[in-house]
T-cell receptor
Framework: GAGVSQSPRYKVAKRGQDVALRCDPISGHVSLFWYQQALGQGPEFLTYFQNEAQLDKSGLPSDRFFAERPEGSVSTLKIQRTQQEDSAVYLC?????????????FGPGTRLTVT | SQELEQSPQSLIVQEGKNLTINCTSSKTLYGLYWYKQKYGEGLIFLMMLQKGGEEKSHEKITAKLDEKKQQSSLHITASQPSHAGIYLCGAVDVTQGGSEKLVFGKGMKLTVNP
């Protein structure tokens, strides 16, 4: 069975450009998370979806970051007017239910470099 | 907010040696995940602990959660080059939506020399 997939795997953007990062969760998984991992750091929570509803976006660092999951499956993280501090690996994770104690399955990440 | 401190920050061992990684929380842990990450790859789930005093093992890796649920350790027996990577502990925290998110430590980089 397929795991969580993310695309592109690598993205280089010039400062000021907009980027869109895609996450395909495991089929049927209700919960979807986005995390940001800076170099040498652990992942940090950005936002959480339960089906198509974005229930928590408290970790989004600025209003330049926007995420959506319109049909409750694929999710897109969009970053507008990218800045150098946005350079990081963006990880997507999905979980089968919204109940507690369920393992989060992580994708390989998208490495974003802003020049 | 919850913070996790991992120690040591990095470790180089000879193949065959045992090692222990620690993860200490600033608050009581309601769940603790251990993941392994290799460069350029996502996180691979190792184990999840919830109860004080709980211990789980898989192959040569054993994870424990102390009785007070503020510290966890990961022990690798007879390390192999395949064990090399970054080990991350993640504490369960509750999202505004009522589900769980993970708060991670900075990770511990393990190198195993043949």
């Amino acid at each position: 069975g397929a795991g969580v997939s993310q695309s592109p795997r690598y993205k280089v953007a010039k400062r000021g450009q907009d980027v869109a990062l895609r996450c395909d969760p495991i089929s049927g998984h209700v919960s979807l998370f986005w995390y940001q991992q800076a170099l040498g750091q652990g992942p940090e929570f950005l936002t959480y979806f339960q089906n198509e509803a974005q229930l928590d976006k408290s970790g989004l660092p600025s209003d330049r970051f926007f995420a959506e999951r319109p049909e409750g499956s694929v999710s897109t993280l969009k970053i507008q007017r990218t800045q150098q501090e946005d350079s990081a690996v963006y990880l997507c994770a999905s979980s089968s239910t919204s109940a507690r104690g369920n393992e989060q399955y992580f994708g390989p990440g998208t490495r974003l470099t802003v020049t | 907010s919850q913070e996790l401190e991992q120690s040591p920050q990095s470790l180089i061992v000879q193949e065959g040696k045992n090692l222990t990684i620690n993860c200490t929380s600033s608050k009581t842990l309601y769940g603790l995940y251990w993941y392994k990450q290799k460069y350029g790859e996502g996180l691979i789930f190792l184990m999840m602990l919830q109860k004080g005093g709980e211990e789980k093992s898989h192959e040569k890796i054993t994870a424990k959660l102390d009785e007070k649920k503020q510290q966890s350790s990961l022990h690798i027996t007879a390390s192999q080059p395949s064990h090399a990577g970054i080990y991350l502990c993640g504490a369960v925290d509750v999202t505004q939506g009522g589900s769980e998110k993970l708060v991670f430590g900075k990770g511990m980089k393990l190198t195993v020399n043949p």
